[in-house]
Nanobody, 124 residues
Framework: QVQLVESGGGAVQAGGSLRLSCAASGRISDMYAMAWFRQAPGQERDFVAAIPLNYGAPKYANSVKDRFTISKDNTKNTVYLQMNSLKPDDTAVYFC?????????????????WGQGTQVTVSS
């Protein structure tokens, strides 16, 4: 089993920045990639960014490209999401996910492992 714990959410004004962290523990070798998704009230869980844990390039949703950066620290088993130039539309609960799938990472159903989520609120 894999356990994922997110941290770093909060409330900021538009144009501000936040950094989210996702610490993984357990059978980390079961995962090929980790990702961030977000879910606003009444909406589906949407893909934000993903990164392979060994080698390969990260991938981003078009809505966050050039504003968000996903990165990893394998020595700490932690994945980060640096969010800059935040907009009110970025307001959501952000979830960290882990998958063994090596294909497209944008589908939430590919992720058997999830954290509890962290709230990000951006005010105008």
């Amino acid at each position: 089993q894999v356990q994922l714990v997110e941290s770093g959410g909060g409330a900021v004004q538009a144009g501000g920045s936040l950094r989210l962290s996702c610490a993984a523990s357990g059978r980390i070798s079961d995962m090929y990639a980790m990702a961030w998704f977000r879910q606003a009230p009444g909406q589906e869980r949407d893909f934000v960014a993903a990164i392979p844990l060994n080698y390969g390039a990260p991938k981003y949703a078009n809505s966050v490209k050039d504003r968000f950066t996903i990165s990893k620290d394998n020595t700490k088993n932690t994945v980060y999401l640096q969010m800059n130039s935040l907009k009110p539309d970025d307001t959501a609960v952000y979830f960290c996910g882990g998958t063994a799938y090596t294909g497209s990472w944008s589908a939430s159903f590919r992720y058997p492992y999830w954290g509890q989520g962290t709230q990000v609120t951006v005010s105008s």
